[in-house]
């Protein structure tokens, strides 16, 4: 069974920073890329930061850019969002997600999530 376990969130004030964990089983983890989505109250999911596993190609969005960071751990099979001068704007439930091979746009594209964590940053 795949499962994708996250651990991190919670809240801090504007400016601050907080790590996320994304803790994968289950599936081979080179052969997947893993995506890290916020999902703000009345907004759609976004993709924020992708990792593909077996090159390290990281993607960001435009919003996080130089604030955020996607790591992986191949041997603990762990991918990290180090976020760092949070915006209050950065709030929302945040989800890891796995997709075969390559980052994916969509995520209807991703076949596996983490049970999701929320992070609250006030102004």
């Known amino acids: 069974e795949v499962q994708l376990v996250q651990s991190g969130g919670g809240l801090v004030q504007a400016g601050g920073s907080l790590r996320l964990s994304c803790a994968a089983f289950?599936?081979?983890?080179?052969?997947?890329?893993i995506g890290w989505f916020r999902q703000a109250l009345g907004k759609e999911r976004e993709r924020v930061s992708c990792i593909t596993v077996s090159d390290g190609t990281t993607y960001y969005a435009g919003s996080v850019k130089g604030r955020f960071t996607i790591s992986s751990d191949n041997a603990k099979n762990t991918v990290y969002l180090q976020m760092n001068s949070l915006k209050p704007e950065d709030t929302g439930f945040y989800y890891c997600?796995?997709?075969?091979?390559?980052?994916?746009?969509?995520?209807?594209?991703?076949?596996?999530w983490g049970q999701g964590t929320q992070v609250t940053v006030s102004s």
């Open positions: 997600a796995a997709a075969r091979e390559w980052c994916e746009d969509e995520p209807d594209d991703y076949g596996y």
């Open positions: 289950g599936l081979i983890f080179d052969d997947y890329a």
